[in-house]
T-cell receptor, first 111, second 113 residues
Framework: EDQVTQSPEALRLQEGESSSLNCSYT??????LFWYRQDPGKGPEFLFT?????EEKEKERLKATLTKKESFLHITAPKPEDSATYLC????????????WGAGTKLIIKP | DTAVSQTPKYLVTQMGNDKSIKCEQN?????MYWYKQDSKKFLKIMFS???????INETVPNRFSPKSPDKAHLNLHINSLELGDSAVYFC????????????FGPGTRLLVL
């Protein structure tokens, strides 16, 4: 069964303390892996799409990487405004364009 | 300008009632979606329309009925509301059904008492 698992469920960091969030997936034929950010009371906001193992994407303090089994979202020197829930989703190669979502990692950056 | 908008933002109602949630996108996208986000934060696809045609219809109770009057609007009507329907419902859109980047609305928080 297709599955997306994110860890940890929650992560508290001090401002400036770098770390990584994990998204592991089991899917028959990956079409793409997606990272979204969700602020409290708002809808998810698109961050990155990764299509093949070895691919990397960067945006400000965030860098997403992809292997054949998992993706990491690295956050470098985070700021309090990076606090949010980060969601990962995958699409199967033969799917009818559905995304399978993880439960997210809640990131809290303390000043 | 709001890209994907939903109304209402909050909806509190009694069991057994019928309610509707409206969604509009001004991005010129062909494809729209309805998702349900439960208390554990999992997003589950419910329906997807491409140019007013239903393309994804997940296993949801038939009390839920989507309607797309045009490609900029996708409404969700729920009959005979149950306690388990309480959740946040998100509307989203994408340029086409094969373009994966989805843009989400702010969500409608439904509480069934």
């Amino acid at each position: 069964e297709d599955q997306v698992t994110q860890s940890p469920e929650a992560l508290r960091l001090q401002e400036g303390e770098s770390s990584s969030l994990n998204c592991s997936y089991t899917v028959s034929g990956l079409r793409g892996l997606f990272w979204y950010r969700q602020d409290p009371g708002k809808g998810p906001e698109f961050l990155f799409t990764l299509y093949s193992a070895g691919e990397e994407k960067e945006k400000e303090r965030l860098k997403a990487t992809l292997t054949k089994k998992e993706s990491f979202l690295h956050i470098t020197a985070p700021k309090p405004e990076d606090s949010a829930t980060y969601l990962c989703a995958v699409r199967r190669r033969d799917s009818n364009y559905q995304l399978i979502w993880g439960a997210g990692t809640k990131l809290i950056i303390k000043p | 300008d709001t890209a994907v908008s939903q109304t209402p933002k909050y909806l509190v109602t009694q069991m057994g009632n019928d309610k509707s949630i409206k969604c509009e996108q001004n991005l010129g996208h062909d494809t729209m979606y309805w998702y349900k986000q439960d208390s554990k934060k999992f997003l589950k696809i419910m329906f997807s329309y491409n140019n007013k045609e239903l393309i994804i219809n997940e296993t949801v109770p038939n009390r839920f009925s989507p309607k797309s009057p045009d490609k900029a609007h996708l409404n969700l009507h729920i009959n005979s509301l149950e306690l388990g329907d309480s959740a946040v419902y998100f509307c989203a859109s994408s340029l086409t059904s094969t373009v994966e980047t989805q843009y989400f609305g702010p969500g409608t928080r439904l509480l069934v008492l």
